[in-house]
């Protein structure tokens, strides 16, 4: 071995480029962070407002009013049976802005990440955000990726913005219920937030209950198109359908009558909420909605959900009534009425 | 579902409200103990279905209204210790003690986990040897056989860092405590299916003797509910008081022996204060004495904790079957479940909680 440093074959080191699991350096905003960038997100989301990498996505939007929508999603684990994080943060959004009667267009993504996440598990959730994307007719325009220290976020957290446009003449609105009108529910309840408790830390048991996750522009469209007179569109995600009834009650100070036989739970998800204690109407959805529609509309627009596949199982639940104003009641399996409450917090699974 | 659609049914329901109009001839004041009961009341409606002639009035069975405030402190002090794995129910997590709540607890940085079973504390214990665990061992007669499970299997692993804070309670000495009571206006029980799958009927035969009460064992659906109701009312008009079994799917007159045996070997009866009634002797359980290594009480020194319960409230009275929740002042306005005074507005089980969720309409 030579004393003197060989300077012809120094060489500079570079870092490790080729990571199984998400650094600090992947949002520092340098060479990772445009590597995980161009190598990873862009092909999942391409688009032309994406695929230039500008600091902004510039659209150009059809006439009408715009819908706006963000929400986060921080759901724990961010895989469960029937989606992931990535679907669901994509369909939430599209479902948030579709509700307003708006056909979706465009999609921001924000990714909190935290250090040590795999990066095929952060593969996995790109690679269904974009599945989710293509199905509900959406594009990513425009993104932003920040990576914090270990112990700082769960995994990865997800925001999601949307827009849309609303069609001429569709004014939906949760204050513009009247006595007379009619409630109708997509299909079954309590599928999403079940499927994530049977695999929540603690309480995991074997079950077949899968999440519901799916973008509902497409039924949206099918409802508007059979009642243009459709009063108001809401998904109940969490606090489930009682909670939603009940914002509806309280936002156009009616009454609103339900009809216990006519709400279906799925017979694995009835079993799961019975072991837990946890009744259904209090459970989170991620693929229904309820539709207030006038009476006259009715039995178009059931029957043009139930020809939709996301509304098979529609079904007409209620009605609005001019009694109880604020107040959500429900005529129970043996005939008698109670009242149908807003949640007070979590469900939590009963001691006996 | 199986085991459950058929006791939901609205037919055989039906059929039963009819032959209990038929065999009414005269007003009956009828206690269901169970606070999963009173739930299921009062989510059917059953109480409005029923004929004038009968009251039902809600008993003591809800574990979580029943803690006394002084466990709850005693349960905040120790899970907000440095070292400590505090476990729970879920629905204890939400019971307030005089300041403060588990959840509040754990939003500080306090180690709060929520267990399906108790046997989850026990492994947590196994796999963190270097932490506290403890588990807030509360309910009736029905949880406590799983929860002795958890101190023996800890016993027998050698876990010297798994303890419960117990707070059992025992449904009979309850039952006397209100049948002795001089304003006591009950006249029949629906005794707690879940309770007698445990314990057998047994020792409810004294009890039905000495204070000439029928005691019907019934479940938790609406058919098991108006079968009991039916059994308890055909007692009470014929004027034989005694025991008759209704949850026959369930309960058998021995209960089970072999839950029976674990708690006997963990547990031992004690005097013990009920949140809303006070003192009741012999009507609790404890960790025996010669297993106090696994009593978190004496292991973390709380028992200097000591608290006395808010005036205002009505929920003694109310879990004695002497008022109705919504004969209290509060009820609805300055007492809701997000605001609770007390007691039974506290878990959902809880007869205020219930009427609040259920059936509010009208009464304000």
Not at chain 1, 179 to 193: E, K, M, N, R
Not at chain 2, 129 to 148: M, W
């Amino acid at each position: 071995m030579s004393s003197h440093p060989d300077f012809e074959k120094m060489s500079c080191p570079l870092p490790l480029m080729d990571h199984d699991t998400i650094q600090l350096a992947h949002g520092a905003g340098g060479l990772l962070s445009a590597q995980l960038i161009d190598k990873l997100i862009v092909p999942r989301f391409t688009s032309p407002e994406l695929d230039v990498l500008e600091d902004q996505a510039v659209l150009d939007l059809p006439p009408g009013r715009v819908a706006f929508s963000t929400d986060t999603f921080v759901v724990s684990p961010i895989f469960f049976p029937g989606g992931d994080i990535g679907d669901l943060a994509v369909n939430g959004t599209v479902n948030d802005v579709a509700m307003s009667g708006a056909d979706p267009i465009a999609l921001s993504v924000g990714f909190v990440l935290e250090e040590g996440l795999p990066m095929s598990d952060f593969h996995r959730v790109l690679c269904s955000m974009e599945t989710a994307a293509a199905r509900a007719g959406v594009r990513i325009v425009t993104g932003d990726t920040k990576v914090v220290g270990r112990g700082s976020c769960d995994k990865i957290f997800i925001n999601t913005s949307g827009i849309g446009v609303i069609p001429e003449g569709v004014r939906l609105s949760a204050g513009s219920l009247a006595p007379g009108d009619t409630v109708i529910l997509s299909g079954t309840l309590a599928d999403h937030g079940m499927a994530v408790m049977t695999v929540r830390e603690g309480l995991s048991f074997q079950s077949t209950v899968t999440s519901d996750t799916v973008a509902l522009n497409g039924l949206v469209e099918t409802i508007l198109t059979a009642g243009p007179g459709t009063k108001t569109l809401r998904d109940p995600t969490r606090g489930g359908a009682a909670t939603t009834l009940n914002e509806f009650a309280k936002s156009s100070k009616v009454g609103i009558k339900l009809d216990e036989s006519t709400i279906t739970v799925r017979p694995d998800v009835a079993g799961a909420c019975e072991i837990l204690g946890i009744d259904p109407m209090y459970v989170a959805n991620e693929g229904k909605l309820i539709a207030v529609v006038p009476a006259a509309e009715k039995e178009a627009v059931l029957a043009a959900m139930r020809g939709h596949e996301h509304g098979r199982d529609a079904a007409i639940i209620g009605e609005i009534v001019a009694d109880h104003p604020g107040l959500v009641t429900m005529k129970t399996g043996l005939g008698a009425e109670r009242i149908v409450d807003m949640s007070v917090g979590e469900q939590l699974p009963r001691i006996c | 579902m199986k085991y459950l659609d058929e006791f939901r049914d609205p037919e055989l329901a039906k059929g039963l409200l009819e032959e209990i109009r038929r065999a009414v001839t005269r007003p009956w004041v009828i206690m269901e103990i169970c606070g999963g009961q009173t739930h299921s009341i009062m989510r059917y409606g059953i109480d409005q279905l029923l004929p004038d002639e009968i009251t039902l009035v809600h008993g003591p069975g809800c574990p979580v209204c029943v803690t006394p405030l002084e466990t709850i402190d005693r349960a905040l002090v120790i899970a907000a210790g440095d070292d400590v794995i505090f476990t729970s129910f879920g629905d204890m997590l939400r019971v307030p003690g005089s300041n403060d709540d588990l959840f509040r607890v754990k939003s500080r940085g306090g180690d709060v986990r929520m267990v399906y079973s108790p046997l989850e504390a026990v492994k947590l214990a196994r796999e963190n040897p270097d932490r506290e665990v403890v588990f807030l061992a509360v309910g009736f007669e029905t949880t406590a056989p799983g929860n002795a499970m958890a101190v023996k299997q800890a016993a027998a692993e050698g876990l010297s860092n798994f303890s419960e804070i117990v707070s059992h309670v025992l449904v009979p000495p309850a039952m006397e405590a209100i049948l002795s009571s001089p304003a006591c206006r009950v006249q029949g029980f629906l005794a707690a299916g879940h309770v007698c799958a445990i314990m057998g009927w047994e020792e409810y035969e004294p009890i039905a003797a000495k204070y000439e009460v029928p005691i019907v064992p019934t479940g938790f659906e609406p058919v098991d509910i108006l079968e009991g109701i039916l059994k308890t009312v055909q007692l009470l008009e014929k004027g034989t008081p005694g025991v008759e079994n209704k949850y026959l799917r369930v309960v058998r007159e021995q209960g089970n022996p072999a839950a029976r045996a674990v708690v006997d070997e963990i547990y031992e009866v004690c005097d013990r204060k009920w949140r809303g009634i006070g003192n009741i002797p012999r009507s609790g359980l404890k960790i025996r004495a010669e297993l106090a290594a696994f009593d978190a009480e004496k292991k973390f020194e709380v028992e200097g904790i000591v608290t006395e319960e808010p005036a205002i409230c009505i929920s003694g009275e109310i879990l004695q079957g002497l008022k109705k929740p919504h004969e209290c002042p509060a009820f609805g306005t300055e007492c809701t479940p997000t605001t609770p005074l007390g007691a039974t507005m506290v878990s959902s089980e809880g007869a205020c909680a219930a009427y609040h969720k259920y059936s509010r309409k009208g009464l304000s």
